[in-house]
């Protein structure tokens, strides 16, 4: 079972890794093979359309030379992935965005000559994410952007754990998010475990 964590905040000790961290750590305890990535530090850049990969059915046809095509590999090698992010501005930060948009057509051979499948069809997709605002508020409109992209791309979306950033004179992660996080764990290896 590999699980793959993009983790995608601009702070490498802030509080989406801390988060991704504990889950890393969840995951590992009952024996799944575990990623973590801190984007970050990989050159990923912006697409830029020129829908090259389209025509390109047998690989992931990406003219743009940077670290994506590793991180490709290691997605197609992972049984599970984990978009991991601060909510920004009601979405995900850039690195994550970027790597989203590259990985959507680097994957999916929707719009070319002739058409092919999904790259990564039956993979499941979940996210973690950390936000100021409560939940519902803060973090909504990514899952629903996310269960689309997952829809789309033809993966199993296997769910979304949130904990708020309430700011410095609160506490964060406490028991009861740490106790969330755990269920969230148990349910994904079961997920995988179950197909
Ligand atoms: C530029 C910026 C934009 C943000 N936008 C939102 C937002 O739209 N909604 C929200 O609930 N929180 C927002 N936040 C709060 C962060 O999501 C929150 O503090 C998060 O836990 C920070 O995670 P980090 O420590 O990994 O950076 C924003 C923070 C920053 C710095």
Known sequence: ?????????????????????????????????????????????????????????????????DDVPDIFEKVQSADAVFFTTPIYSWYCTTPVKSLMDRLVYMMNKYYGETRGGSFWAGKKLGIITTCGYPDHYGADLFETGIK????????????HYNARDKGKQYAFFTEDDKARLTKFAEETVSALTNG
């Open 148 to 159: 689309r992209y997952a829809k789309h791309s033809d993966l199993v979306y296997i769910g």
């Open 1 to 65: 079972m590999k699980i793959l964590l993009l983790m995608g905040s601009m702070r490498q000790n802030g509080r989406t890794a801390e988060v991704t961290k504990a889950f890393e750590a969840m995951l590992t305890d009952r024996n799944a093979s575990v990623e973590y990535l801190p984007l970050v530090k990989y050159d990923i850049k912006a697409c830029t359309g020129c829908a090259t990969c389209q025509n390109v059915l047998n690989a992931h046809g990406c003219v743009i030379r």
